[in-house]
């Protein structure tokens, strides 16, 4: 089987290129199908012969949790019928690395030991993003075994300002 980058990514360009009008409406729809067909027993639900694709549709539409407008059932639809649904993260994937492109943003990761609120996020975004020379797009996960500060993945890039990297930098210096 084709690797699922190949296959994903002349979905991507097409849906990408088909929602030039709203590629943050259709971002907003596409995530959450990615993350549904992402668990491993609904694609093995739909791999299963004795199940109708509008089964699996439907399925997929009623675990999202949001109303799906046509454009995305009718995305889904055509997924699914050509029996792409283990491919739709990596859709999603690269339609969002489109959309960055487009933007001139990147999406960002910052891993900090203790919860992040909203107003916490907003007050060190203009920082990273002076740091990192773009807009980044920041999403939190928590990460204890950093115990303070923050960890900020950009791609291949990192900033490393939390508690546990300094104790490894005086530990290497000490051991020096």
């Known amino acids: 089987m084709a690797e699922l980058a190949t296959i994903a990514r002349p979905y991507a360009e097409a849906l990408f290129k088909a929602s030039q009008a709203d590629l943050e409406a259709t971002a907003g729809w596409l995530e959450p199908l990615a993350a549904v067909a992402g668990d491993p027993q609904l694609l093995q639900l739909a791999a299963n012969p004795n199940v109708r694709a509008q089964q699996v549709i439907d399925l997929i539409a009623g675990v999202v949790g949001q109303p799906l407008p046509g454009p995305a ?8 019928e050509n029996d792409r649904i283990a491919a ?8 969002r690395a489109l959309k960055n492109a487009r933007t001139g943003s990147s999406d960002a990761v910052v891993y900090s030991a203790f919860p ?19 807009k980044l797009n920041l999403t939190v996960q928590e990460d204890r075994s950093l115990l303070g500060g923050i960890r900020v993945v950009v791609g291949d890039e990192v900033l490393d300002t939390s508690v546990k990297a300094r104790l490894e930098q005086m530990k290497v210096a000490l051991t020096a």
Do not use: H, Y
């Open 88 to 95: 739709l993260p990596e859709i999603a994937t690269q339609f």
């Open 116 to 134: 992040m609120d909203a107003g916490a996020l907003a007050a060190v975004a203009p920082s990273l993003e002076k740091r990192f020379g773009r």
């Open 73 to 80: 059932m009718n995305f889904l639809r055509a997924v699914i």
